[in-house]
Each structure stands twice: as C-alpha cells, then as structure tokens.
C-alpha cells in the first residue's frame, strides 16, 4: 500500500513536527516506510531518518507499508492526516 502526500505542516518535518510524527508512527499497529524523491526510504518511527530527509513543508512524500490490510490502510490514514495539518498542537 502506497500514498503520496503533499505536507502541510508549516515548519515541515524539523524538529518537534518531526518528533511528533514519529510519536505518531510508533503509535500506528503496521510499520510505515517514508520517502521523498532521489532518497531511500526510512522507517517513519525512526526519528533519525525522518530528520535525515528534510522534509519542508509543500513537499510530497509517500507513505508505503509492505501489506495491504485494514491495519497497513489505518496506520497510512493516520500519518497522511499528520502530515495534511497546518499546525502541530
């Protein structure tokens, strides 16, 4: 299961976004890989990589999980709804 997603979040993933996320991703029961264009995909709980990315935001990123099960589609669903927001409470 694969999604692209374009990040709305104003200060990208950097930082406390970046550690949110990952909070989130660790949260979610099927494991999650994050892409961006020309890079290796990497863990999305793995806040190393996620930072190693730099994400800003207007980028598309994909999210992809390696089943294709409800638990692979709520996992993407959540981090997809992480990454559409403006602002991180």
């Known amino acids: 299961m694969e999604r692209t997603v ?3 979040i104003l200060e990208g993933l950097h930082a406390r ?3 949110l996320f990952v909070q989130e ?9 994050l ?12 806040i190393l990589g996620v930072m ?7 980028m598309q990123v994909v999210l ?3 089943k294709d099960d409800d638990a ?7 981090l997809a709804a992480f990454l559409a927001q403006e602002t991180i409470r």
Not at 25 to 33: E, G, I, L, R, Y
Not at 35 to 46: G, I, K, L, R, Y
Not at 72 to 78: E, K, N, Y
């Open 6 to 8: 374009t990040v709305a």
């Open 17 to 19: 976004p970046a550690a």
């Open 25 to 33: 991703a660790s949260k979610q029961p099927a494991s999650v890989t």
């Open 35 to 46: 892409t961006v264009p020309n890079e290796e995909p990497v863990d999305a709980d793995s």
């Open 52 to 58: 190693t990315l730099g994400v800003a935001a207007g």
């Open 64 to 66: 992809s999980t390696e």
């Open 72 to 78: 692979a589609q709520a996992s993407v669903d959540a």
